[in-house]
């Protein structure tokens, strides 16, 4: 996940720990200096894909901290995509005993029974993930995909609708996925594949070629939905000059795009999205958290900065953030200088926090923007 970088600063250590008696010393009586080492090196190590050997120094970490969740989630994670599923069910059973209200272990557990074929049990796993937290997106879908593998087609459309309320992306993901064959052809999954096509002209495709290509929809079934969002009255079909010959293109209607912002096409393109402005200022919020998750996965610090001025600087969310989550905001601060004086260090330590903090400000910045377009 981190690449060389982590390799770098773990050679550093040790380094530093045989030429220096202080922090050998350091190393020898705290524990945690060494579980954050032994944790970097397997994560080091599963990055490289070598499962194996990740397995064993996830291991040794928790001979010195047994009930670390962090160790055992990464721990169940690597046995799982070595098909151990035993074992990795044993990891997520170990995690539930001592958080039994985990979400991310209920779903893992899920998704190891869905490998085993037993769907009864995985739906009744991420039903649990969903007991401890409602707007676990991806639980709701993997619930949608579970009860349409149990051929209860009312519950799993229902699921889904929850799953893409959640984040939209998921009504993409649903075109393909192979366990919903069950569902395709029933009337509620239709309406979603028109969510899919209506997302698709609101980013600034028009033609139904370009509409196909970025939903993975059947030309048909795109052809369908893009003729009940016209009865709908969401879009209106105009015509453009192709050599000798016109081809239909779609654009949102303008009651529609009043609501939720309209794509503006310049000569090459989108240049830019008019939005009412309560709406514009959450999705630059929601654009922001986006590139903070991504520049955190990718461990890039100049990025994270810049990704976190966004909600600090009072020119640009800082008023919105302290207004609305103030808790946030001042983790954010912390975080910029705790990057700006220890840099991939911190961050690596810090990351899974980081993602956590995030994520609760997108939920609530999704649910605001619906209810704003609402």
């Known amino acids: 996940m981190f690449g060389k970088k982590n390799k770098k600063v773990e050679a550093k250590l040790d380094k530093k720990g045989s030429d220096s008696p202080v922090t050998k010393e ?133 699921a889904l609708k929850h799953a893409i309320e959640i984040d939209v992306k998921n009504a993409r993901k649903s075109i393909r996925d192979k366990d919903f064959v069950n569902v395709r052809i029933e009337e509620g999954f239709k309406r979603i594949e028109e969510v899919v096509v209506l997302e698709s002209v609101k980013q600034g495709y028009h033609t139904i070629g370009a509409i196909v290509w970025t939903t993975f929809l059947d030309k048909i079934d795109a052809e369908k939905a893009l003729r009940k969002l016209l009865e709908k009255g969401l879009i209106v079909q105009n015509e453009k000059r192709d050599g000798l010959s016109k081809i239909p293109i ?54 994270a900065v810049e990704a976190f001025d966004q909600f600090i600087d009072p020119a640009k969310s800082g008023e919105q953030m302290i207004e609305n989550f103030f808790e946030a905001h001042r983790e954010i601060r912390l975080w910029k200088i705790r990057l700006s004086d220890r840099g991939a260090d911190y961050m690596i330590d810090n990351k899974d926090k980081m993602i956590e903090v995030l994520e609760n400000v997108e939920v609530t910045i999704t649910k605001k923007l619906r209810d704003e377009i609402a």
């Open 26 to 158: 350091t190393s020898l009586v705290d524990p945690s200096y060494n579980i954050k080492k032994l944790f970097k090196k397997g994560i080091n190590l599963m990055a490289d894909e070598k499962l194996d050997d990740a397995i064993e120094v996830f291991e040794q970490a928790l001979r010195i901290e047994p009930d670390n969740i962090e160790i055992l989630m990464k721990l169940g994670y690597a046995r799982f995509h070595l098909e151990d599923h035993n074992d990795a069910l044993k990891v997520y059973d170990k995690i539930l005993e001592i958080d039994v209200t985990n979400p991310e272990a209920w779903n893992l557990k899920g998704l190891v029974h869905y490998e085993q074929r037993k769907y009864s049990q995985a739906l009744d796993a991420v039903n649990k993930a969903i007991d401890s937290d409602k707007t676990y997106g991806m639980a709701w879908y993997n619930k949608a995909c579970f009860l349409s593998l149990l051929n209860q087609v009312p519950e799993s459309l229902q």
């Open 250 to 303: 779609y654009d949102l209607s303008d009651n529609f795009a009043e609501k939720v912002g309209k794509e503006k096409i310049g000569l090459f393109g989108i240049k830019r999205k008019k939005l009412p402005k309560p709406v514009k200022n959450l999705k630059i919020m929601s654009q922001a958290i986006q590139s903070a998750k991504e520049a955190i996965e990718e461990a890039d610090i100049e990025k």
